[in-house]
């Protein structure tokens, strides 16, 4: 299963020269300076940069080496080293909440975030996610800080490791009907109520609890500082923006599967030209003023 990973391995200060190439001296002797001048540097960077991790003793032995390009991969390997330090700290802080609310005795907490309030166009998608304690997601963040292809890779790794997920949606009729902050909360609702696991907590985005008879933590940014509702902004996201691009085939001159539905030029230009569709929300302003522009001589 996805999620748990074991120890990464790391290079320790002396390794035996088999360990690094075809053998250049006895198996049995320490990858002392002598031997590690026998390496050519193509050598040492394709063995060295399979660990994670390489000693501090090890590492100075190679900025020691008379060999420039044996000093920049040791340079190289240091930063290497610097940013997945900071990554595993930046991960390991991202659920500080979980742990705290865990150790309050709350086993099955659900992440809760939504994504498409903005848009003129296309439903309100929310979703709801339950972590396993220790999980691990390597880059998880906040979903518009990542790529489309990162969201992706987390997508399928989130779908496989969750204890449970529910996306649930506001469409665009239930929008103009209610006003779009009642149908995020909908969506919320939907999400939440349809987990096949009941949460024992719900760590929600935003400023606005959901309508659930369960207890609940409303964070701020909370999509950017906490694992689980990070979780859940990415299944959102992903879910929301394959919906547009399958609207954007529907209606290939509007260009959803590019802008997703939000205020673009490119879009504002399509409503003036050709109106409106029955996935834009015109109870929206921005909507409303495009499509009762008259083009000019229409008089």
């Known amino acids: 299963m996805f999620g748990r990973v074991g120890r990464v ?17 006895d198996p049995s002797t320490p990858l002392r300076p002598s031997v590690l001048r026998r390496l050519s540097i193509a050598q040492l960077s394709a063995r060295l940069t399979r660990f994670a991790a390489v000693d501090p003793r090890f590492m ?21 080293q610097t940013r ?14 979980e742990r705290e609310q ?3 005795g709350f086993a099955a907490i659900a992440g809760v975030d939504e994504v498409g ?24 963040d906040d979903s518009k800080r990542l790529t489309a292809a990162q969201r992706d890779v987390l997508y399928e790794q989130i779908t496989a490791c969750a204890v449970a997920c529910q996306i649930g949606m506001a ?14 909360r ?44 990070a979780a859940a902004s990415v299944m959102a996201k992903v879910t929301r923006d394959r919906m547009m691009t399958d609207l954007g085939r529907q209606f290939p001159q ?18 003036r030209r050709y109106g409106v569709t029955p996935v834009h929300r015109r109870s929206f302003s921005t909507v409303r003023a495009h499509q009762e522009v008259l083009p000019l001589g229409a008089c």
Do not use: W
Not at 84 to 97: H, M, Y
């Open 186 to 229: 909908l969506a919320h609702r939907r999400a939440i109520l349809g987990l096949p696991v009941r949460p024992q907590l719900v760590l929600i985005d935003g400023r606005y609890a959901a309508d659930v008879p369960v207890p609940q933590l409303v964070i701020v940014d909370g999509d950017a500082t906490c694992g689980s509702v």
């Open 60 to 80: 100075r032995v190679l900025a020691r080496d008379p060999r420039r390009g044996v000093r920049h991969l040791a340079a190289r390997l240091r930063a290497i």
């Open 9 to 25: 391995p790391s290079i320790p200060a002396e390794v035996n020269a088999t360990d690094m190439t075809e053998p250049v001296c």
């Open 84 to 97: 997945a330090a900071r990554e595993s700290a930046r991960l390991d802080g991202l659920f500080t909440v």
């Open 254 to 271: 509007y260009g959803f599967g590019r802008h997703k539905g939000y205020g673009t030029r490119e879009h504002l230009e399509a409503i």
């Open 171 to 184: 469409t665009v009729e239930e929008i103009d009907r209610l006003n779009i902050l009642q149908a995020m």
């Open 117 to 140: 309030v903005a848009p003129l166009a296309g439903p309100v998608v929310a979703a709801a996610v339950i972590l396993p304690a220790g999980v691990s997601l390597p880059h998880l």
């Open 102 to 104: 865990r150790a309050q």
